[in-house]
């Protein structure tokens, strides 16, 4: 059996009841935070936690040579981690079709993601969010501006009155993907809110975003402002994203005002 579980968002204890049993039950465990993290833990206070040992795979050990982990399902009950919900990246996916592909039964316990949790954070009905979109550093895209990834998907959806999530870039090289949840800051780089809202105001100036902060911690932070705005405040500890609101109901701008400090006159209200 390859049971896919979800950690949630936060720390140790963020992860389901049920995610937790399965967990301590396996005979092995395996964990990627390479697609996101746990910022409020470690791999010790996992492994302490859930009383397992995890060993923590970079990028290659999962999409290209996952054979080990495969081999193990074959004969025990393997549990595969990631922070948020495991099926958000196709990555997993991929892992769970060649289980199959080889006669092994696959599981998946869910974890709380982002999207859910920015949804239920900022008031925004989750039933009007359209494509998200992954803002990129710099030097990443090679490009001059906006990506157009991010441009056209932000467009798209204002078009037709829909939110859009932007998630914010994470970098870790393939060296340190297995130290993910360590205290070396020198291993990865987290792009703040402030930065994505620098570069989106170079588009959209006055357009409002909402940060997301921390979301899953005991301290989140929501704050909406034009993207020009918020490019000149800080947000504390990652990680962050943003969110472009489309068009939106009364109650929603109602939250927004209440729960993240928007002004009412900014928003496009239906």
Known sequence: MLTFIGLGLY?????TVEGRETLRNADRAYAEFYTSTLIGTTVDDLEDTHDIDIEVRDRAGVEQHPEDILTAAE???VAFLTAGDTMISTTHVDLRLRAHERGIETRVIHGVTAQTAT???TGLQNYRFGKATTLPFPYA?????????VTETIDANREDGLHTVVYLDIKVDNEAATNRLETDETLEEYMTADTGAELLAEEYPDLVGVVVARAGSPDPLVEAAPMGDLAERKFGDPLHLLVVPGDCHL???DALVELAGADRADLDVV
């Open 11 to 15: 720390d140790e204890r963020s992860i």
């Open 251 to 253: 109650l929603e701008a």
């Open 75 to 77: 004969s025990e009950d």
């Open 119 to 121: 949804s239920a954070l």
């Open 141 to 149: 895209h090679g490009a001059d501006g906006l990506p157009a990834s």
